[in-house]
C-alpha cells in the first residue's frame, strides 16, 4: 500500500523529536499564554524550521492541542474495573495525577478557550471528545450490568461533576484536587447521585 505524502511527511519525525515539540509548546504556553505564543517561538525553542511545524500540524490550535494530549499521563480510555463506582473511582485518580499541571495550562489558554473557535474545535478532538466517550462506555457497561437504569437523568452531569471539581478547587480553596479530594467527591456526591451507595458500593 502506497504511504499518502503527508503520512510520508510525518514519518519523518521521530517520536523523541515530537516530544520536544510538544515540550517547547507547553513551555511557551506556561510562560507567555496562548496569544502570545507563536510558531515562531515555538521554533525557536525547538530549533527546528517555521515551515516544519505548519506541514505536520497546519495551524497553532491543533499545535497546541496535539501537545496537551502528549501531556496527559492517563486516559479514561479502556478504563473497565467491572464496576461503575470502580469506573468513576479510578477515573478520579487519573484525573488527580493531571490535576495542578492541566490546570495550570488551562488558565494559561485563558480568554483563547472561549473566544476562539479553531481553538475550541481541536480542543474537542484531541482531548475532550476522547473522555466523553470514556464517560459515555461506562455508562453503557453499568446499563448492561443492571447498576443503572439507561435514562437515568444523572448520567449526562457525570464529566460535568468530575471535571467541574477539578478546575474549581483551586479558586474556591486555592488547592489542586488531589486523588483523596476526588475519590472523596465520587463517593459523597457522584455516586448518590447514581442511586449507588458510597464507599461500599461495588
Known sequence: MTSTPSTARRSKITPEREQEFYD???EQLREH???ALTMEGVAARASCGKSTLYRQ?????RLV???LRAGRRGTLVALDTGSLAGDLREAARIAACTSGRDTRLTQALGHAVLSDE???AALREALVEPELAAFDAMVARAVERGEIVADHPAVEFL??????VLRIRPVLEG????ADYLVRFVDSVILPSLGLTGPQAP
Open 159 to 164: 464529566p460535568a461533576q468530575l471535571m467541574g
Open 118 to 120: 479553531e481553538l475550541q
Open 175 to 178: 488547592r489542586y484536587a488531589d
Open 24 to 26: 517547547a509548546v507547553l
Open 57 to 61: 500540524w497546519k495551524t497553532k490550535p
Open 65 to 67: 492541542a496535539a501537545a
Open 33 to 35: 499564554g496562548y496569544e
